[in-house]
């Protein structure tokens, strides 16, 4: 059964830092760009940050340049995004996805593959 399966989320106080993951079984990381998108309350889901097979290149949303990094392991199957200096507008579940691509052409909501169930990340004092 092809998963994806995101953890790390939590409670953190403004300013601080977390570290999602994102894990894959079934099935290889390898042949997959992956992307991280959010969803607040009462909002869209958006995209954050997107990495391509290699890990060579990234993308990200204006709101996290500077404060999240994507980063991934492909021995270990997971992708990670680093959130640092962490804002109450963070706040959102937060959900990995692949899609299979022979060449990076970044990330879509509606044009990927796999989807994880995601994890809460609430930024409050």
């Known amino acids: 059964q092809l998963q994806l399966v995101e953890s790390g989320g939590g409670l953190v106080q ?4 977390l570290r999602l993951s994102c894990a894959a079984s079934g ?3 390898d042949y997959y760009t992956i992307g991280w998108f959010r ?3 009462g909002k869209e889901r958006e995209g954050v940050s997107c990495i391509s097979r290699s890990g ?10 500077g404060r999240f990094t994507v980063s991934r392991d492909n021995a270990k199957n997971t992708v990670y995004l ?13 959900y990995c996805a692949a899609v299979r691509a022979p060449y ?12 994880g169930k995601g994890t ?6």
């Open 14 to 17: 403004p300013g601080g830092s």
């Open 56 to 65: 060579g290149t990234t993308n990200y949303a204006d709101s996290v340049k």
């Open 27 to 29: 099935f290889t990381l």
């Open 82 to 94: 680093q959130m640092n200096s962490l804002k109450p507008e963070d706040t959102a579940i937060y």
């Open 120 to 125: 809460l990340v609430t930024v409050s004092s």
């Open 104 to 115: 990076y052409s970044g990330c879509s909501y509606g044009g990927m593959d796999y989807w």
């Open 39 to 41: 969803q607040a309350p």
